[in-house]
């Protein structure tokens, strides 16, 4: 049977993925296990183990991060009954109960910490997955060496190094290389032979470990080569869903009558499918909802600031720009 959908560019820093066929309500577009499962799950064990890692360096840091943030919430506590008590006394003060910023930036240092870690303990070529995804964020860090990917050169030179995993030496170019950042590159010819060279690269020709992850991890921290190109809407045309949820609801709608295009042999563990939500015409945009199920009283507003601060984006699908809510 012909492929139902392909990734394409939209434009120099977006890809989409497009139906090349006509697909009708309920097909199954897609089936994906992830390359990397439970991110979440990561996270937590570095928020709650005094030594994640096993390395009394790293150790110590994540330790005085968790300090930062009890300390930075501590803080907030109080200033909460401050807050209440001028409340209380006629005062009319604004009660943000988000984490504070320092607490904020403590954990994200924390989790960027957790999902390095991660990296660092996968193969190659899942490392090279990882990187190959789109970063909205790419930061990259100052001061340290960090493994970053390398895609868009367009020079003889570039292209050569185009697709491999580069690493960052944290140091930033002046002059002629102003804007550009110091990446050691590896290239084996055709003997074997390994060459190593120190390039200036531009920001948007690099990946980074945590903006990767940022960028694309759905539900509780899951990275897939391909779901992850599916671009979202608030209104999207498809779902993703674990193939054996989705077994379950064909037997439960079917029973042992399901309709033979419908007929799913059980996955590996963790197996997901994306399925066409409605008709999706040939040319037609695939797009999955980020934010998981719908809620019909959210603003256009409160979903791109979620957006924006997830996923590195402001949203302008067609939902947003009608000011919808969704």
């Known amino acids: 049977?012909?492929?139902?959908?392909?990734?394409?560019?939209?434009?120099?820093?977006?890809?989409?993925?497009?139906?090349?066929?006509?697909?009708?309500?309920?097909?199954?577009?897609?089936?994906?296990?992830?390359?990397?499962a439970d991110l979440q799950r990561i996270m937590i064990h570095f928020h709650t183990d005094p030594a994640p890692t096993g390395d009394p360096a790293i150790d110590a840091e994540i330790r005085s991060l968790k300090r930062e943030v009890e300390s930075a919430i501590h803080d907030r506590q109080c200033d909460l009954s401050r807050m209440a008590e001028t409340t209380a006394n006629g005062g009319d003060v604004a009660d943000d109960r988000r984490p504070p910023p320092r607490a904020r930036a403590a954990l994200d240092k924390l989790n960027e910490l957790a999902v390095r870690?991660?990296?660092?303990?996968?193969?190659?070529?899942?490392?090279?997955?990882?990187?190959?995804?789109?970063?909205?964020f790419r930061v990259i860090p100052?001061?340290?060496?960090?493994?970053?990917?390398?895609?868009?050169?367009v020079s003889p030179k570039g292209r050569r190094i185009n697709d491999?995993?580069?690493?960052?030496?944290?140091?930033t170019g002046t002059g002629k290389n102003s804007g550009r950042f110091s990446v050691r590159t590896a290239r084996k010819d055709e003997s074997g032979v390994i060459t190593m060279e120190d390039l200036w690269i531009k920001r948007e020709n690099l990946t980074t470990v945590y903006g990767t992850c940022r960028s694309?991890?759905?539900?509780?921290?899951?990275?897939?080569?391909?779901?992850?190109?599916?671009?979202?809407?608030?209104?999207?045309?498809?779902?993703?869903?674990?193939?054996?949820?989705?077994?379950?609801?064909?037997?439960?709608?079917?029973g042992d009558r399901i309709p033979p295009d419908l007929m799913l042999a059980p996955g590996e563990p963790n197996e997901?499918?994306?399925?066409?939500?409605?008709?999706?015409?040939?040319?037609?945009?695939?797009?999955?909802?980020?934010?998981?199920?719908?809620?019909?009283?959210?603003?256009?507003?409160?979903?791109?600031?979620?957006?924006?601060?997830?996923?590195?984006?402001?949203?302008?699908?067609?939902?947003?720009?009608?000011?919808?809510?969704?």
């Open 1 to 36: 049977m012909p492929p139902m959908i392909e990734t394409r560019a939209k434009s120099q820093n977006d890809v989409g993925t497009f139906a090349v066929r006509d697909i009708k309500k309920g097909a199954v577009i897609l089936r994906e296990c992830p390359f990397v």
């Open 117 to 136: 870690h991660e990296f660092d303990s996968r193969p190659e070529s899942i490392q090279e997955k990882w990187l190959s995804l789109h970063d909205a």
């Open 142 to 153: 100052s001061g340290s060496e960090s493994p970053v990917g390398i895609s868009g050169l």
């Open 164 to 171: 491999t995993i580069g690493t960052s030496l944290g140091k």
């Open 216 to 254: 694309n991890s759905f539900l509780s921290g899951m990275l897939f080569e391909r779901a992850c190109r599916i671009n979202h809407s608030c209104r999207p045309n498809a779902v993703l869903m674990p193939v054996e949820k989705l077994i379950r609801y064909l037997e439960h709608k079917f």
């Open 272 to 326: 997901h499918a994306v399925l066409s939500d409605r008709e999706i015409r040939a040319g037609e945009e695939i797009s999955l909802n980020y934010l998981g199920s719908r809620d019909e009283s959210r603003s256009t507003e409160a979903r791109r600031e979620i957006l924006l601060q997830k996923y590195g984006f402001n949203c302008e699908c067609e939902a947003c720009e009608r000011r919808e809510c969704c």
